[in-house]
């Protein structure tokens, strides 16, 4: 039994939303995925499939079926599920089985008096019910109990322990078994929950049922004593075993063996395969959990009234909520398509975010696949129109571009490695860095270091903590500085922290060390905090001048700015100071140096003005010895050159110097 229509007209997000299942030119259906975003009506849909599903099987099977408690529904009516902009809805499901149609009306309206006029008569179970209530449910089905051992039907929701607010909780605790409970009652559940415990004891019994062949041993010198002319027993695999086999090795990828280890009584059931092994098949990882169960609940239900030794033959409808729900890409690319190709003429009715599924199931099943945008219905032909799949190829070419960016990085610094063969390289953050440092190396007359700065970029300019780590990753991978000796600076305004697994392979943190050796001639170290700041964070390199330094003015009125010179709400302390910064938020109460940006500088108390100086312009000043910034103390930056100097002593480059505290 095939579904052949859907038609929702009001219900939810859903204002009007017409599907004609397709089927292929074999006749054999074909998938139907539901796709868009969070809220779109995708579980709505499915909804009422499951739930003209279950009313099929109530009519035939009365109330003795094991989907809801007697009398219940499956989906609750609520009016609250009417669309907003409208006063009544109204949803067709139709199936086919063997020419004979199904069908199942269900409408509700807020107005049932005036909107009865716009439903055909033979639509509503009861009129004068309808005009009461505004409630009506219709079931026209031709099946009987027989028909349902020519189909399976299988509803998979998204979680077994998630119930969405239209389920009826009064029929929850009816979702955890199998067992019929009544002569009448139908043998299976459509909706499938706690799947490993519902195949399990069945798989178990199918693995213990081997069958043997007799094979007659040659009395043959070749053959060890104790065999020849012996008959013995070789355990064979049946059609069954072979047929689970395939499915196993459909999800992993390489060939499965059948179980080497059963036990009925512990109920262990073990797999092998050339890669890997589980002891039991409840040790698989959840994204092969959930592809195997489902698969084998779908032969398990045909395996009730058929030999399901052919999955081709298996026919009915299976609904999954999710479909790519845990899985990895390689399984949602790759082993659930092939998976549902094993059941040519079972119909799927799916949702999905997944981008690598769709992908997949479109190379396997070509233009056999319908692809609907919700809430309309939309049939997508085109996958780049598909959001989740925009958003998957953005975010794979930025890593791409990431992954280049650090491969060119590496390339370059390489480069000018070899170029400076027997130096000393200190690697800084940022371009600032360099010009203070190379002004201190001046201003303190120093001359036992003989060292050259140089910032950490990438090819195209950018710098930072990051491209800084990178580049010592790097570095510690590649296992060749030339020549050289080198050194990473960073400064101790870092979000996280920045950590190496060091030389002897233990991971530390560069904050929380003088310096640490990352490999032969590499060290990273942070830099040490200056001797007037009691803070430990949010130390930058311009925090080795004094505040008053720090806050010097240009002739044009700019200067840089500490975080905490602002309130929360932005206003500068200082009632006689009128500045004002917007972005105090993410700053505030830290001595982090305001950054000035395209959109972010500190104006006046109306927004006006910019009076914020950037730190490449603060640092030029000091090096180009600008009125007003031409007589700065550099004395705490001896704090970093003797952190190098401790390093040139462990290699042999200056003598050891005991460090000051």
Not at 290 to 309: G, P, Q, R, T
Request: proline share 3%.
């Amino acid at each position: 039994m095939y579904f052949n229509r859907i038609e929702i007209k009001n219900y939810g997000c859903i204002k009007n939303f017409e599907y004609q299942f397709r089927f292929d030119s074999n006749g054999n259906p074909i998938p139907c995925v539901l796709i868009g975003e969070n809220g779109k009506g995708k579980t709505l849909v499915l909804a009422n499939l499951v739930d003209s599903l279950v009313e099929f099987k109530r009519s035939v099977y009365g109330e003795h079926i094991q989907e809801t408690n007697e009398h219940k529904y499956f989906k609750i009516g609520s009016q609250n599920y009417i669309n907003s902009n409208a006063t009544f809805s109204r949803v067709v499901v139709e199936m086919d089985f063997k020419g004979q149609k199904n069908r199942l009306i269900d409408i509700m309206s807020k107005n049932p008096k005036q909107n009865i006029s716009l439903f055909q008569s033979n639509e509503i179970k009861n009129a004068e019910k309808f005009k009461i209530d505004g409630f009506s449910k219709k079931v026209e089905c031709a099946l009987k109990k027989n028909d349902f051992a020519e189909f399976v039907s299988l509803y998979f929701p998204v979680d077994r322990y998630y119930y969405p607010m239209w389920f009826n909780k009064g029929n929850q605790n009816l979702y955890h078994t199998d067992e019929i409970t009544d002569i009448n009652s139908s043998e299976s559940n459509i909706v499938k929950s706690n799947l490993l415990k519902e195949i399990k004891e069945w798989l178990t019994e199918i693995f213990l049922d081997k069958t043997v062949q007799q094979l007659q041993i040659n009395n043959d010198e070749s053959v060890p004593e104790i065999l020849r002319g012996k008959t013995v027993l070789i355990p064979q695999e049946n059609a069954m075993q072979r047929v689970i086999s395939r499915i196993f090795s459909v999800v992993k990828g390489v060939p499965v063996n059948s179980p080497t280890g059963i036990s009925r009584k512990s109920k262990m059931l073990s797999f092998s395969s050339s890669v890997s092994s589980c002891n039991d098949i409840s040790q698989l990882s959840d994204g092969e959990m959930n592809l195997v169960c489902m698969a084998l609940s779908i032969v398990k239900e045909w395996d009730i009234h058929h030999n399901a030794e052919n999955l081709s033959e298996i026919t009915g409808t299976v609904i999954i909520d999710e479909v790519d729900a845990g899985l990895h890409i390689d399984f949602a690319y790759r082993a659930l398509p092939q998976l549902m190709k094993l059941f040519p003429k079972v119909q799927f009715i799916l949702t999905s975010h997944s981008p690598f599924f769709l992908s997949g199931l479109v190379k396997e099943y070509g233009e056999n696949v319908d692809i609907l945008m919700m809430p309309d219905g939309l049939r997508i032909t085109d996958l780049s129109a598909f959001g989740e799949m925009k958003k998957a190829q953005d975010l794979f070419v930025e890593s791409v571009e990431e992954l280049r960016q650090k491969q060119e990085t590496l390339v370059k610094e390489l480069a000018d490695l070899k170029a400076k063969s027997g130096k000393v390289l200190i690697y800084t953050e940022g371009e600032t860095d360099v010009i203070l440092l190379e002004k201190a190396i001046s201003k303190l007359d120093i001359t036992d270091l003989g060292v050259e700065f140089i910032t950490a970029s990438t090819k195209d300019g950018k710098h930072s903590d990051s491209v800084l780590k990178t580049l010592l990753e790097n570095l510690q991978s590649n296992g060749d500085v030339q020549d050289n000796i080198v050194i990473g600076m960073f400064d101790r305004d870092a979000k996280d922290p920045i950590k190496f697994k060091c030389e002897d392979g233990v991971d530390r943190v560069v904050n929380n060390e003088t310096f640490v050796k990352l490999g032969s001639k590499l060290y990273a170290f942070a830099i040490p905090v200056p001797h007037n700041r009691p803070e430990v964070n949010q130390i930058s390199i311009e925090h080795y001048f004094t505040d008053n330094e720090i806050k010097t003015l240009t002739d044009s009125g700019q200067r840089l700015f500490m975080a905490n010179e602002f309130y929360k709400s932005g206003n500068h302390v200082d009632p006689e100071q009128h500045y004002n910064y917007r972005f105090i938020s993410k700053l505030y109460g830290t001595i982090k140096i305001i950054e000035h940006q395209t959109n972010d500088y500190v104006t006046d108390l109306e927004g006006n003005g910019d009076y914020s100086l950037s730190k490449s312009r603060f640092a030029n000043n000091v090096k180009d010895d600008v009125k007003g910034f031409d007589n700065f103390d550099f004395s705490e930056f001896n704090k970093i050159f003797d952190i190098v100097r401790s390093v040139l002593s462990g290699e042999g480059v200056l003598p050891c110097k005991k460090q000051e505290s």
